[in-house]
């Protein structure tokens, strides 16, 4: 079966800090994989997403960036977090076709 | 600009009843339109996908409906329960990209009171 795994679950850095979350998925080949954020009261932000590896579309200019060095692997950076980074960011995948995503369980990101 | 608007205020219900959620859309030609639901704290989960040449789609007690011409997604949970309490989401793929980048709305908080 699949599974998506992402972590850590909670994350807290101080301004200026990197930042690296991973996402890995299981049972499948060349998903598409997508990184969206969720701030407070509001509403799922895409972030990135790919549909392949080393490919990689960015839907909001930003200090993030995204990276997928192999197939199951999506990976989401930033050299120098912001306050306004602070957030519930979460991965997920889909097949090739027009089926619904499967989510990770979520990184809550507060940066102090 | 392209939006996704989803009744911002929460939907408070009596067990039992029907709840029934709205997701209106501008500039999108969407093949299909998914709905999702979101816990507090955890990932939104995929419930189901209507396609544009289908009027209306269900799944145990869910039911979707999609009008292209009136750029609406109605979602109904009938014989609600408590546990159905969460927040709704639909969502929609933007012209623009691949097709699978789903925009999704602010959601609908349902609450449903025994």
């Known amino acids: 079966s699949q599974t998506i795994h992402q972590w850590p679950a909670t994350l807290v850095q101080p301004v200026g800090s990197p930042l690296s979350l991973e996402c890995t998925v299981e049972g499948t080949s060349n998903p598409n994989l997508y990184w969206y954020r969720q701030a407070a009261g509001r509403g799922l932000q895409l972030l990135f997403y790919s549909v392949g590896i080393g490919q990689i579309s960015s839907e909001v200019p930003q200090n993030l960036s995204a990276s997928r060095p192999q197939d199951r692997q999506f990976i989401l950076s930033s050299k120098k977090l912001l306050l306004s980074d602070s957030g519930f960011y979460l991965c997920?995948?889909?097949?090739?076709?027009?089926?619904?995503?499967?989510f990770g369980s979520g990184t809550r990101l507060t940066v102090v | 600009s392209q939006k996704i608007e989803q009744n911002s205020e929460a939907l408070n219900i009596q067990e039992g009843k029907t709840a029934t959620l709205t997701c209106n859309y501008t500039?999108?030609?969407?093949?299909?339109l998914q709905w999702y639901r979101q816990d507090p704290g955890r990932g939104p989960v995929f419930l189901l996908l209507?396609?544009?040449?289908?009027k209306e789609k269900r799944k145990e007690r869910l039911k979707v409906t999609f009008d292209t011409t009136l750029k609406q997604s109605l979602f109904h949970i009938t014989a609600s329960q408590p546990a159905d309490s969460a927040t709704y989401l639909c969502?929609?793929?933007?012209?623009?990209?691949?097709?699978?980048?789903?925009?999704f709305g602010k959601g609908t908080s349902l609450l449903v009171t025994p």
């Open positions: 969502a929609l793929a933007p012209p623009s990209n691949s097709g699978y980048a789903l925009n």
């Open positions: 997920a995948w889909n097949q090739k076709k027009i089926y619904g995503y499967t």
């Open positions: 500039n999108y030609s969407p093949a299909y």
């Open positions: 209507i396609r544009e040449n289908e």
